[in-house]
């Protein structure tokens, strides 16, 4: 790691949304306890919903770090360009009523709400119940699922496409690979693979994302792409940006959004 990344720590990007909804005002500083009430409200709110809430992810980092901001980070991120040109990329090439999963969901906006809104199934798994909450209030036309991704059965070729918009940030790099090579296997042939990444070469990195403490890991972006080739996708096209978020102490970090799809068979662990 050089001496500027050591200055100036990466900061994790989140999914976007809209910045009106959401369980806290402008400002308002969330504590532990009141988060945990607003889950158990979530819980009676939605027994009966599509939404599918279970307390497994208490002690995840992840969890604890997207319980605590809530929808704050919709601000930051809603102007995002190239997330919305890569849902379009996906919107061109999708059949008709497609089945989406939606990794790293968090508010539901704009992924689960764009691909929602254009006919498509979508069901988006997070590791933080707030979030859950809040995407499934948004998008009620869709279905949400609050637990770690890697824990959760799928069908084998169950899936048209999967969305992957920086949720990668916070598990190792063995984890991130695990994952990417799980996820193509739940793609049927020729089903379509997105994701996006901050390509940064660092790997436990211990830094502050809008008030909390964070360990990111990731890859610098060619090895990124080697990565998505390992597990089986073959890379359509990629974009890289400088994105701002929408912070008073916000700097441009990079961005990295790869639109793929599986041709074949994935290929074994």
Do not use: K
């Amino acid at each position: 790691m050089n001496d500027q990344q050591s200055r100036h720590p990466p900061t994790l990007p989140c999914r976007p949304a809209s910045p009106q909804a959401g369980p806290t005002r402008r400002g308002e500083r969330r504590t532990v306890v009141g988060v945990r009430r607003e889950w158990h409200d979530a819980r009676h709110r939605y027994a009966e919903t599509g939404c599918v809430l279970v307390d497994e992810n208490r002690g995840s980092p992840a969890a604890a770090v997207f319980d605590a901001l809530g929808s704050d980070y919709e601000e930051a991120f809603a102007a995002s360009e190239a997330h919305r040109a890569s849902l379009a990329w996906l919107l061109e090439r999708l059949p008709p009523a497609a089945r989406v999963l939606d990794v790293g969901s968090g508010t539901g906006r704009p992924t689960a709400a764009t691909l929602s809104a254009a006919g498509h199934r979508v069901l988006g798994v997070d590791v933080s119940p707030v979030m859950v909450e809040i995407a499934s209030r948004q998008v009620p036309d869709a279905e949400f699922r609050c637990g770690d991704i890697r824990d959760m059965p799928f069908e084998d070729g169950s899936f048209d496409a999967v969305c992957l918009y920086f949720a990668l940030l916070q598990m190792s790099r063995a984890e991130q690979s695990g994952l990417l090579h799980r996820l193509v296997r739940v793609l049927r042939p020729g089903g379509l693979f997105v994701l996006a990444t901050v390509p940064l070469d660092v790997e436990d990195f211990d830094g502050v994302f809008m008030g909390q403490s964070v360990r990111v890991t990731s890859f610098a972006a060619q090895d990124v792409v080697g990565l998505v080739r390992v597990a089986g996708l073959t890379v359509l096209s990629e974009r890289s940006v400088l994105f701002t978020p929408a912070r008073p102490d916000a700097t441009p970090e990079p961005q990295l959004f790869l639109h793929c799809r599986c041709e074949a068979t994935a290929p074994a662990d």
